[in-house]
């Protein structure tokens, strides 16, 4: 029985890699992209959320490259990211504090990125719509746009 099975595995293994060959010199633009170093499956549209909670500007740093990291691997028209701000990391995008993030959350904006700020973390820490980078959108509360953003199928991640 075992003796049957082989045969069958590489002809299934060598009619997979004429696909996947055929597929990549095709070109088309919609294909998936493979992750064939942990799960084999195709990504045809990844959603992403990024949750920042704390003031700490290297976890932010950490965010922003994290999705520059992504966009190497797939066109950022190929996919949907979206910050979500609340408690002291409201802080991180005021205008008066953006520093050498500011550039990078403006060029990753230019790209799609959306950057949802917590109206309740914004009042707990004093700050008004004018306070914030212009690229930021606030929301009523954080933890209901996450959880929106989680029933819509997007991964979250926190760094």
């Known amino acids: 029985m075992k003796r049957s099975v082989v045969p069958i595995l590489v002809m299934a293994l ?24 942990s799960t084999g499956k ?6 992403l ?3 920042l909670d704390w003031d ?3 976890v932010l740093k950490l965010a922003l490259e994290n999705v520059k990291n ?9 996919a949907s990211v979206h910050f979500v701000m609340n408690g002291k990391a409201v802080n991180l995008f005021r205008k008066d504090r953006a520093g050498e993030h ?10 799609g990125v ?8 914004m009042a707990n820490n004093g700050l008004a719509k004018d306070d914030m980078l212009d690229v930021c959108e606030i929301v009523p509360a954080g933890i209901v746009e996450l959880i929106i953003l989680q ?7 926190k760094p």
């Open 14 to 37: 060598v009619l997979g890699c004429g696909y996947a060959a055929a597929e990549k010199d095709a070109g088309a633009p919609l294909s998936p992209v493979v992750d064939g170093r």
């Open 42 to 47: 195709s990504v045809l549209y990844p959603k």
């Open 49 to 51: 959320v990024m949750h």
């Open 56 to 58: 700490r500007e290297e």
């Open 70 to 78: 992504l966009f190497k691997e797939i066109p950022p028209e190929r």
């Open 102 to 111: 500011g550039k990078a959350i403006k060029e990753l904006s230019a790209k």
């Open 114 to 121: 959306k950057f949802k700020v917590c109206r309740n973390a």
């Open 151 to 157: 029933q819509d199928g997007y991964a979250y991640v």
